[in-house]
C-alpha cells in the first residue's frame, strides 16, 4: 500500500468540503421538490427529459440511460406516473419487448408548475452565491472532473453532455 497517495490535509477538507456542498445541495433540492410540488426529485427529472424530448416520447431504454437508471427502476417511478396521469406508456409497434414512456399534458402542466420553484432554489443556493469568474470556474472544474468519470457511472442529470 506504500504507492497509494493519500490526500494531504489541505486535499482532505477540500474533498469533505466539496462533498458535503454536493451532498447538502442535492438534498435541498429534493427537500424543495417534495415540499412544493410532492414529488421526488427523480420524478421531476423524469418528466424534464420527456419535456426536452421530440413529441414528448422517449423510448423506455433510452430514457432509463438517460437519467442513469436501472430499467426496473424507472419502470417503477414511470408506473408511479402513468398513476397520476402525467406520463403514458405505449407499446413500440416494431419492437413487442419496448415500450415508450410520453408526457402527457397533464405531465407537462405539472412539469410547469414544479419548475419555477426548483430553478430559484437552484439560483439561491448556487448562482447567486457566486462571482460570475466563480461561475465559469465551477463549470470548468465540473468538466475536468466529469473527464475522469466513467460515463456508465454519472448520475441523472439533464442534457448532460461530457467530450472525451
Known amino acids: 500500500m506504500s504507492d497509494i497517495r493519500w490526500l494531504n490535509d489541505h486535499e482532505q477538507e477540500v ?4 462533498m458535503a456542498a454536493v451532498l447538502g445541495l442535492t438534498d435541498q433540492l ?21 419535456s426536452e424530448a421530440p413529441d414528448r416520447t ?10 442513469g ?4 427502476r424507472l419502470s417503477h417511478a414511470v408506473a408511479r406516473l402513468e398513476g397520476a396521469g402525467l406520463v403514458r406508456r405505449r407499446e413500440c409497434p416494431t419492437d413487442k419487448r419496448g415500450s415508450f414512456a410520453e408526457l402527457t399534458d397533464a405531465g407537462y402542466a405539472t412539469l410547469a408548475a414544479a419548475a419555477p420553484g ?47
Not at 38 to 44: E, I
Not at 69 to 72: I, L, N
Not at 145 to 159: F, K, R
Open 58 to 67: 422517449l423510448r423506455m431504454s433510452e430514457l432509463a440511460g438517460l437519467r
Open 15 to 18: 474533498w469533505r468540503t466539496f
Open 30 to 50: 429534493s427537500r424543495q421538490l417534495q415540499r412544493d410540488s410532492g414529488m421526488p426529485h427523480t420524478y421531476y427529472e423524469i418528466l424534464v427529459s420527456l
Open 69 to 72: 437508471s436501472s430499467r426496473s
Open 118 to 164: 426548483h430553478v430559484t432554489e437552484v439560483r439561491e443556493k448556487l448562482f447567486d452565491r457566486l462571482t460570475p469568474e466563480q461561475i465559469e470556474q465551477l463549470g470548468e472544474i465540473s468538466k475536468a472532473i466529469l473527464e475522469g468519470v466513467d460515463a456508465s457511472a454519472l448520475p441523472p442529470c439533464s442534457n448532460l453532455v461530457v467530450e472525451r
